[in-house]
């Protein structure tokens, strides 16, 4: 997700392409091209340009819904719910790709959690992090924590410091409530990277970006990338 | 006293037969340039920028520009073939008028699809979003949704309508954002 301001301006997007199988759009005020997946604008007045990334999380909607009893959700077009496909994913996979990366361990279609520390980039084999869950990892000197949810598909992505010190955390087993337990504090944190009970009880821990993506297309984007090994 | 040269037709051939013919060969070329130009502007994009073909930056370059320039420019280009269509017609056999007529066909198909934006035939925009409370919605909990949190708007955007709509420009707590997938 991307802000659409651009130097006080305003854009409205729309989509105009794909761009190996990752899509292109346009703003009608300037009929500037943006790459989908970098928020950069690749060609056209704005060239050069680059959005602002919007903090999302990919989460279950019953996940969600724990999470922000308050929330809005996006109504379906009436017209377009026969296109809405709840098992898209499947469907997707089936579908073949036009850029490989032969040499690797990961396949074209292998799901991975991807993220970026200051320039670093890294890739998570989805299965993988949900054998281990949670992860930690240190990427570029930041230490990270991934966690995944109890659904066995949302999943957060969080430094691994609380008070200024790197701090691990392990799931606690001996309830049936998720919760992680960190090892300096032994406080209890929640999915949403809050103490709950403890000293750190009311701090929660910084997050940061990440992206669920096929290995293909984050690779393509990131050409630098690591690939996480345990 | 000499005698007159003797009447020889070819010698006496009129000049504008020549002329006519020359002229003709041009508007020919000129018209064939133009056709060429106008389609040129639409397919060649087109033929590019497809779905499950992969894309050099350089091959996406020229996509992008040609796209970028085809509603002028198929228009004067357009404009062009029927001035020139007009022009030979008159003088063109029933196989060339009906090339003309192929031609002009093609073009006019160009100009207008160089208009039309046929990817959101494929996926249409959704329209000014709307939204619902949990209570109404008829999201599956299992279903996966993206969710934004600004300024004390909470919104989830189901990844299901989101992966056939793919851009969708939304203001969540005042800030103007565009949700992709």
Redesign the interface.
Known sequence: MWTRTINGRVLHFYLAGINNQNFLMRDKETGTWWQQITGKAIYGPLQGAALDLVFCDELTFGQWRTESPSGQVLAPVAKYSKEYDPNWEPDVAKLPVVISFPGTELKSRDVVIGLTINGAARAYPWETFAKQSPVLDRVNGTPLLLVLGSDGKSFRVFVARSDGHDDEFFLRADTPEWALLDTVTASQWNFQGCATSGSAQGKCLARIPALKDYWFDWRNYHSDTTIYKH | MSAPAPYSPRLQTPQPDHARRRISRWLWAAYSLCALATASMFFIPAFI???????APRA??V???LR?RAPLGTLIAALACFILAFALRKNSSRWGKALLTFTLLVVTFSAVMARL?Y??WM?????G??????S??K????????????GG?????????M???????DVVGG??????Y
């Open positions: 920028i497809r779905p499950f073909r992969y894309q996406l370059f996509a992008m520009s970028q934006n990817f959101e996926f249409h925009p959704a329209p979003p709307q939204f619902l409370a949990q109404e919605s999201v599956d909990p299992k279903e996966m949704i993206m969710s934004v949190r600004l708007d909470d919104r989830a955007y189901p990844i299901s309508q992966a056939y709509h793919h851009v969708l420009n800030v103007p954002i565009a949700v992709t």
